[in-house]
């Protein structure tokens, strides 16, 4: 059975805006859709490290996944940023909208992860370990309050960090977040909303936006150059149509109605493609 009916992620770049995300989540709910908001916060990241001085340092793992190095103190900034400052603005933007919507994620447990002993990085074409990293993957949901809150017609606004393990809390991707979330809900529908149009053939050229991408079980494609944080996106997307989320959208967050547009067929639809094997040199 599934608990929800459509989870939409909304990125932490400041380009992409939350009054219309709110407007267009408001009238899912209207038309009787169960939504489950997710949110990443990189540029509150970024902007609450350089206010009190806290080094920022984004690595690349060994499969080209770009992770922010979180040491104690970049931890406490993450969960302040997103817990705190990028929660509450999703928080007062969906209130704006006319919802009731509730926080979730961090501390509560909402989200378990496996915590990363030492993640490798790759530097200078080394690789190597980080140490006292705090970084983890998202591993489990915890669907109970989800589903209450859905029941009641609240919209749960989830954050990353997530609860290791040991009881500490780790750094998580959003995109990752939102996959398993909708996974475990058993959402038919995936929106990662960010501030492109959509996955580019090239990332430098606007005209290449593809309506189809095909990748596999892993997020890996050949019909497109992936770099940055859309590897972890396309990793993200393909865990979520392994997991049984039926229809999974890349699309543009800067628009006036983002997630209508997504809806409607904008941006650009993940499929993947069993049939093609593709090698660890794409
Ligand atoms: N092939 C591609 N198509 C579109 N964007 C790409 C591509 N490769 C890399 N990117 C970059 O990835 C970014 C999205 O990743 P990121 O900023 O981490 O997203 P978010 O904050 O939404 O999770 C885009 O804004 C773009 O700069
Ligand atoms: C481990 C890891 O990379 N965590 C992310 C969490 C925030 C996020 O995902 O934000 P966006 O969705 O805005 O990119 C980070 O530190 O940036």
Same mark, same amino acid.
């Given at each position: ?12 770049? &400041?380009? =992409? /805006? #939350?009054? !219309?995300?709110?407007?267009? $989540?408001? +009238? ?5 859709? %169960?939504? @489950? *908001? ?61 919802? &009731?919507? =509730? /926080? #979730?994620? !961090?501390?509560?447990?909402? $989200?378990? +992860? ?5 993640? %490798?990085? @790759? *530097? ?65 529908? #995936? ?92």
């Amino acid at each position: 059975m599934n608990l929800a009916d459509l989870v939409v992620k909304t990125s932490g770049d &400041r380009r =992409v /805006g #939350l009054d !219309g995300l709110a407007e267009d $989540v408001a +009238a899912q709910v209207a038309g009787g859709r %169960r939504v @489950v *908001v997710v949110h990443g916060g990189q540029d509150r990241i970024r902007e609450l490290a350089e206010r009190l001085g806290v080094a920022d340092e984004t690595l690349t793992s060994p499969s080209g996944v770009a992770f922010r190095r979180t040491d104690p103190a970049m931890l406490e900034v993450v969960t302040l940023a997103l817990t705190g400052s990028m929660r509450g603005e999703v928080l007062t933007a969906l209130r704006g909208a006319g919802l &009731r919507a =509730v /926080g #979730l994620g !961090g501390a509560d447990g909402t $989200v378990r +992860a496996r915590r990363k002993p030492a993640p %490798r990085a @790759v *530097v200078d074409g080394r690789t190597m370990a980080v140490h006292d990293d705090h970084s983890g993957r998202p591993e489990s949901v915890d669907t109970t309050v989800l589903a209450a809150l859905l029941r009641a017609g609240v919209v749960p606004v989830l954050s990353p960090p997530a609860v290791a393990e040991d009881g500490g809390l780790v750094n998580v991707n959003a995109d990752r977040v939102a996959a398993l979330v909708a996974v475990a809900l058993g959402a038919p529908e #995936l929106v990662l909303l960010t501030a492109t149009d959509g996955v580019r053939a090239d990332p430098t050229d606007a005209g290449s936006r593809i309506d189809v991408l095909e990748t596999d079980a892993r997020g890996r494609t050949r019909t497109a150059r992936i770099t940055g944080g859309m590897t972890g996106k396309l990793v993200a997307a393909a865990d979520a149509l392994t997991g049984g989320v039926a229809a999974v959208r890349v699309a543009d967050g800067r628009i006036a109605h983002p997630v209508r547009d997504a809806l409607s067929g904008g941006g650009t639809r993940v499929r993947l493609a069993h049939a093609v094997a593709i090698g660890s040199d794409s």
